[in-house]
């Protein structure tokens, strides 16, 4: 059974106090300061004594003003944090790997629980997570580069890029839809009539893929509503197939995990725990290995795989321009709607959690993620997560609290 949101909130609450209880030490302080002022008293009443048989001319000392006591220590970054992941860690509430860096200084890492919990293999700092919907952050940063290479452009519409493709309104719908979810077309995985559940662990060929897409059907016309869909991003994964004549895997490879030597990214397959890979849990009176989905139905909507140091690594250059221009991140940072169900402001591959907070989440399975870099403090945090117990919206709690201890 998973805890519930008023037990998570507890946890946070607690385990931040702790953060600044715990630091200021056990002192004896105001013990003593007590002992002192009997003492005081002792020494009055013994001079009163001297006073009443004559002693009128001895000069009455005055007792040294008591020392202000030291003020207590402000616990640190890593004293704070450590608090609130071990009190998580303490009460089995999740399993995984943090990382924290600025402007590419690491700050912070810890992994707690396990990738394999049946064989006891335990996480560590090179741990392989599937990230979600992060994953949309890097197709968006393909999408840009094959804009500056003029491969693409953010007005080319569906019906140029995918002729024969029966979507609705394909004519309208163009790539900057796309980004900014802004296309009408329905989410895949949310079909009622087909649930993702039933299928997402199949392979899934591309025809198949593009007909489920089609027969999730439109929601609105495009360009006058936001709303959140994997089907945007994984007809991106295939424009961008078609753009650069390459698989989706080695366009990833080409542009971004090898310039930047991240060793621990790329789309995913089937789990290997023998290659630091984590199985995901979820939680029923212990944890269970969750089903895992086929990331040939996750594409480039969800189904790369990372670690905290690599996402760290991501961000710096993603924010530094050093994969993509500025004005190019400029767009991916825009605003382009509010997401009708979740409340999130959107840009074209990036969600903007605050006003110099970017960054996106990511769930698939047992995995839950969260990327959010401070444009300010060039600060950015990388939450990668194979178990929690929870719902989303309490991971993006702690998120939030962990965001407001790095970023304070």
């Keep these: 059974?998973?805890?519930?949101?008023?037990?998570?909130?507890?946890?946070?609450i607690l385990s931040l106090a702790l953060s600044f209880i715990s630091f200021a030490g056990c002192s004896d302080k105001d013990d003593k300061k007590?002992?002192?002022?009997?003492?005081?008293?002792?020494?009055?009443?013994?001079?009163?004594?001297?006073?009443?048989?004559?002693?009128?001319?001895?000069?009455?000392?005055?007792?040294?003003?008591?020392?202000?006591p030291d003020p207590k220590p402000e616990p640190t970054l890593q004293e704070k944090l450590d608090a609130l992941f071990?009190?998580?860690?303490?009460?089995?509430?999740?399993?995984?790997?943090?990382?924290?860096?600025?402007?590419?200084?690491?700050?912070y890492k810890k992994s707690a629980g396990f990738t394999d919990v049946e064989e006891g293999l335990k996480a560590h700092e090179n741990s392989k997570y599937r990230i979600g919907s992060i994953s949309k952050v890097f197709t968006a940063v393909l999408v840009f580069k094959a804009i500056e290479e003029n491969r693409l452009s953010l007005d080319k519409t569906l019906k140029?890029?995918?002729?024969?493709?029966?979507?609705?309104?394909?004519?309208?719908?163009?790539?900057?839809?796309?980004?900014?979810?802004?296309?009408?077309?329905a989410n895949y995985t949310e079909i009622e009539s087909n649930p993702y559940s039933e299928w997402h662990f199949k392979e899934t060929e591309k025809k198949a893929m593009i007909d489920i897409i089609v027969s999730a059907g439109s929601n609105f016309t495009p360009g006058t509503k936001t709303e959140y869909s994997n089907s945007?991003?994984?007809?991106?994964?295939?424009?961008?197939e078609d753009?650069?004549?390459?698989?989706?895997?080695?366009?990833?490879?080409?542009?971004?995990?090898?310039?930047?030597?991240?060793?621990?990214?790329?789309?995913?397959?089937?789990?290997?725990?023998?290659?630091?890979?984590?199985?995901?849990?979820?939680?029923?009176?212990?944890?269970?290995?969750?089903?895992?989905?086929?990331?040939?139905t996750a594409l480039g909507a969800g189904g790369i795989v990372s670690s905290p140091a690599d996402l760290l690594l991501f961000g710096k250059a993603l924010f530094g321009g050093a994969l993509i221009s500025a004005e190019s991140l400029e767009k991916m940072k825009t605003v382009q709607g509010i997401?009708?169900?979740?409340?999130?402001?959107?840009?074209?591959?990036?969600?903007?959690?605050?006003?110099?907070?970017?960054?996106?989440?990511?769930?698939i399975d047992g995995f839950i993620s969260a990327f959010m870099?401070?444009?300010?403090?060039?600060?950015?945090?990388?939450?990668?997560?194979?178990?929690?117990?929870?719902?989303?919206?309490?991971?993006?709690?702690?998120?939030?609290?962990?965001?407001?201890?790095?970023?304070?």
């Design 1 to 12: 059974m998973k805890r519930n949101n008023l037990y998570l909130k507890q946890t946070f």
């Design 34 to 68: 007590i002992t002192d002022e009997k003492g005081t008293e002792q020494k009055e009443k013994e001079k009163e004594k001297e006073r009443e048989k004559g002693n009128e001319n001895e000069k009455e000392k005055e007792p040294e003003p008591e020392p202000e």
């Design 86 to 107: 071990g009190a998580l860690e303490s009460n089995n509430l999740f399993m995984g790997s943090i990382a924290i860096s600025q402007d590419g200084e690491s700050l």
């Design 160 to 185: 140029t890029l995918m002729p024969g493709v029966n979507i609705a309104n394909a004519d309208k719908i163009t790539i900057e839809h796309l980004l900014s979810h802004r296309s009408g077309i």
């Design 232 to 240: 945007n991003f994984a007809l991106l994964t295939y424009i961008l």
């Design 243 to 296: 753009a650069y004549k390459k698989r989706f895997v080695n366009i990833l490879e080409d542009l971004i995990t090898n310039p930047l030597v991240l060793k621990n990214t790329y789309l995913g397959k089937s789990t290997d725990t023998q290659d630091n890979e984590s199985h995901s849990y979820t939680y029923v009176n212990a944890w269970k290995k969750a089903p895992e989905t086929h990331i040939s």
């Design 339 to 363: 997401d009708l169900n979740l409340g999130a402001p959107l840009g074209m591959g990036l969600v903007q959690f605050d006003e110099t907070l970017f960054g996106h989440p990511g769930t």
């Design 373 to 408: 870099h401070c444009t300010a403090s060039k600060r950015t945090i990388a939450l990668t997560f194979n178990a929690f117990q929870g719902e989303f919206e309490d991971f993006l709690e702690l998120a939030f609290i962990v965001a407001s201890i790095v970023f304070d």
